[in-house]
Nanobody, 123 residues
């Protein structure tokens, strides 16, 4: 089972930027799709962005499209989420997920999960 570790969360003012990272264990990183999900206080976990194993396909939630960019470096076993123009409603714990691409972009998020990293956007 792959193990995932997120990093890069923190406190930022509205309009600012953060880059999250998710590092995976194992030597088969490029064989599975990855995704970012988030859970705000009192809300259900929701899909944010997904990327195929090769990195050729990406998908975004409507709420972040144009502001967030998902990418991966298979040589480093790491996935990234560049978050720009952050809004207070982006405040949440962000989780990375490894699974099939169709499963991730459908928002189902089965498979392996990281422990999460907190992003707080102040107004």
């Amino acid at each position: 089972q792959v193990q995932l570790v997120e990093s890069g969360g923190g406190l930022v003012q509205a309009g600012g930027s953060l880059r999250l990272s998710c590092t995976a264990s194992g030597r088969t990183f490029s064989t599975y799709a990855m995704g970012w999900f988030r859970q705000a206080p009192g809300k259900e976990r929701e899909f944010v962005a997904g990327i195929s194993g090769s990195g050729d396909s990406t998908s975004y939630a409507a709420s972040v499209k144009g502001r967030f960019t998902i990418s991966r470096d298979n040589a480093k076993n790491t996935m990234y989420l560049q978050m720009n123009s952050l809004k207070p409603e982006d405040t949440a714990v962000y989780y990375c997920n490894a699974d099939l691409y169709d499963t991730i972009v459908a928002g189902k998020g089965d498979g392996a999960w990281g422990q999460g990293t907190l992003v707080t956007v102040s107004s």
